[in-house]
C-alpha cells in the first residue's frame, strides 16, 4: 500500500491563481480530510468526508471547496489563491481508529 | 477548539523515560485519547491510543488516569530521533465526528 499520497509537494503561487491539491489513498478508508498548519500552529481542518459524495466543513472553510467523486481521492481546491492561505497542507484518511497523514504539501501565495 | 491541554515545551536525557502529560478534563465517556507526533515538518504520525485501559506498542505506552480527565505518554528510552512535537487528542472514531482536533502540542527535545 502506498498509504496517503500527496501531490504537489511544492507549489508556489501569485495571488488570484487557482489550483488543486491531491490527496489519494489505497486504503479504502471512507474517512478523508484536510489540514493546514502555519508555523508554531498546530493543524487545523478545512474539510473533511466520511464517504464518496459527502463533505462538510471543518473550522477553517473559507476559500477552499472540495468534493469526493470516489472512496480513493479528495482534492482540494483554492479558487483564488490569497498570500493568507500560505502554509502547509496535510491530507489525512481513516477507518476506524487509525488516522493516516499524507506528506504534506508546501504552498506559497505570492 | 482542542479539548486538552499540555506544557508548552520539556526535554529529557538519551536513553531515559520521557513521560508527557495531558489534561483532557472534559473528555466524554465514548472519546479515545490518541497520541501523534510530528518530526520536523512531516505529516504527523501516529503513537498509540486508548479508551481507559492502559495501552502498550513497540513505540509507547499510554497511562490514563481512573477518571479520564488526564494521561500520561511513556517514552521508555527516549533517542535523539524521538525529538518532536507530540499531540495529545480525544476523538470519538465511532460517528460521522470523527474527525482530529489538534492544539499546540508539546515539544519534546531529547538531549545527547
Known amino acids: 500500500n502506498a498509504g496517503v499520497t500527496q501531490t504537489p509537494k511544492f507549489q508556489v503561487l501569485k495571488t488570484g491563481q487557482s489550483m488543486t491539491l491531491q490527496c489519494a489513498q489505497d486504503?479504502?478508508?471512507?474517512?478523508m480530510s484536510w489540514y493546514r498548519q502555519d508555523p508554531g500552529m498546530g493543524l487545523r481542518l478545512i474539510h473533511y468526508?466520511?464517504?464518496?459524495?459527502?463533505?462538510d466543513q471543518g473550522e477553517v472553510p473559507n476559500g477552499y471547496n472540495v468534493s469526493r467523486s470516489t472512496t480513493e481521492d479528495f482534492p482540494l481546491r483554492l479558487l483564488s489563491a490569497a498570500p493568507s492561505q500560505t502554509s502547509v497542507y496535510f491530507c489525512?484518511?481513516?477507518?476506524?481508529?487509525?488516522?493516516?497523514f499524507g506528506p504534506g504539501t508546501r504552498l506559497t501565495v505570492l | 477548539d482542542a479539548k486538552t491541554t499540555q506544557p508548552t515545551s520539556m526535554d529529557c536525557a538519551e536513553g531515559r523515560a520521557a513521560n508527557l502529560p495531558c489534561n483532557h478534563s472534559?473528555?466524554?465517556?465514548?472519546?479515545?485519547v490518541y497520541w501523534y507526533r510530528q518530526i520536523h515538518s512531516q505529516g504527523p504520525q501516529y503513537i498509540i491510543h486508548?479508551?481507559?485501559n492502559n495501552e502498550t506498542n513497540e513505540m509507547a505506552s499510554l497511562i490514563i488516569t481512573e477518571d479520564r480527565k488526564s494521561s500520561t505518554l511513556i517514552l521508555p528510552h527516549a533517542t535523539l530521533r524521538d525529538t518532536a512535537v507530540y499531540y495529545c487528542?480525544?476523538?470519538?472514531?465511532?460517528?460521522?465526528?470523527?474527525?482530529?482536533?489538534f492544539g499546540k502540542g508539546i515539544t519534546l527535545s531529547v538531549r545527547p
Open positions: 489525512a484518511s481513516s477507518l476506524g481508529p487509525l488516522v493516516v
Open positions: 486504503m479504502n478508508h471512507e474517512y
Open positions: 468526508s466520511v464517504g464518496a459524495g459527502i463533505t
Open positions: 472534559t473528555i466524554s465517556g465514548n472519546e479515545y
Open positions: 486508548g479508551l481507559k
Open positions: 487528542i480525544v476523538r470519538d472514531y465511532t460517528g460521522a465526528n470523527s474527525k482530529l482536533t
